[in-house]
């Protein structure tokens, strides 16, 4: 049952160790030390001799946080970093063995930490001294500091990223062993066990290898065809929630993004309202731990629309997106700057870039209908409506989703030709639909 998980197993094993260890690290003095030197541990022991691969970009960005003017140091290590990430996934091409893929996942939590630490250390350099009640400021760590954090264990091999900001809060920390917890690890691990069983159940009952042959093609309808990337999509979502769940545990067993609720942290971003958190950090009565918080299943679940549940899905990348991607870019280029970068980060199979080319005409059809079925007084929109658009977003979701699983342009494009390339049509369809209707309207 459980043949062909063996990555999926290490992985498993690499976050029960995360956190478990996270119990211990935090009740120990100098833990960025211990955090980092058990990161930099794990790697080694997974990822043996391809520990290089993350190891040669921390040196480079710690020398550019050292060497490159400070007004230069975003561009170079965010171009710099890019570059190594395309060097390092066809590495195999020039004759390097291909990296393993626990190696790979360190490599892109690597280079957000990389990138997302000179970010904020020309942003501290560069800041000026009444900026500290708008916006808080790192104070600029030391090369042993920055190494630390970048290998820090918590989040190394699945994410959630989190900045440096929110890594020196935890090893600051006066208060983390008081602050309370429990209440926020134990309904993650409940729900582990809970996705764990379904998550074996579909991948044996719909296996995705299954979708590469001729005979899923040949010997099954239409119908089966377009139903088969249900249960395919719920394969993806439990593997990505169980991985989430406990990474997310080992982060706030660890005391990374605790905050006074009343600072009101965001995902990323850590505490919104600067007073508050000055005033309460100390001797808070209630802590949030949104800030770490990666994933909101029941809107990815029941959400009304294609942006809100996109919103809710990896939602420390897409603040480090709109942050230092988006944010930082020119007005007319931002947008798809910024999804180029995401494509790219996620990897160089052309069925992520299907996936993420059908996502503009999907919230373009998204926009255009909900301004023909605007929400009423009482902030809903008509609740059959609201039903119907629900099905066609998740079969949206399900289709995309095949760009990620199926990964070349041969697999994802005969599958979603054997559909009929449903969702386009779909989408298309919606676009003209609530064009007549708001010129029927006008008229």
Known sequence: MLEGFADDILYLKILVVSFLSALIVKRLPNRDLIAGSLGFALVAIVCRWHLLYSLTIIVANLAFINVVPTKKLPLVSFCATFAYLAFFRCAHLIGLPKPYPHANAVQLLVTLRCIGLCFEVADAKNAKKDDSEKRRNIEVPNTMQAFLYLYNFAGLFTGPYYSYQLHSDMV???????????????????????????????????????????????????????????????????????????????????GIGAYPAES???????????????????????????AIKNLDIGQ???????????????????????????????????????????????????????????????????DLIFSVFPKGTDGRRNKTFQVVWWFIRMRGFEYMAMGFLLLSFESTWRYWSSIYFCCHVVAIFAIIFALVMKQVVRR
């Open 172 to 254: 600051a920390g006066k208060n983390l062993t008081r602050i309370p917890f429990w209440h926020e690890v134990i309904p993650r691990l409940f729900l582990l066990f809970l996705f764990l069983p379904l998550l074996l159940f579909v991948s044996n009952m719909f296996p995705l290898a299954y979708m590469h042959t001729d005979a899923f093609f040949e010997n099954h309808s239409f119908l089966y065809r377009l139903m088969y990337m249900s249960p395919v999509f719920v394969f993806l979502r439990m593997r990505v929630y169980c991985a989430w769940m406990l990474s997310e545990s080992a982060c706030i067993a660890n």
């Open 264 to 290: 009101r942290p965001a995902p990323g971003a850590g505490p919104t309202d600067l007073d508050a958190y000055n005033r309460t950090k100390d001797d808070a009565t209630e802590w949030s731990y949104e």
């Open 300 to 366: 990815v679940e029941m959400s009304d629309g294609f942006r809100s549940g996109m919103r809710a899905w990896n939602r420390s990348v897409q603040y480090w997106l709109a942050t230092y991607v988006y944010k930082r870019s020119p007005k007319a280029a931002r947008m798809p700057l910024t999804m180029l970068v995401s494509a790219f980060w996620h990897g160089i199979h052309p069925g992520y870039y299907l996936s993420f080319l059908t996502i503009p005409l999907c919230t373009y059809a998204e």
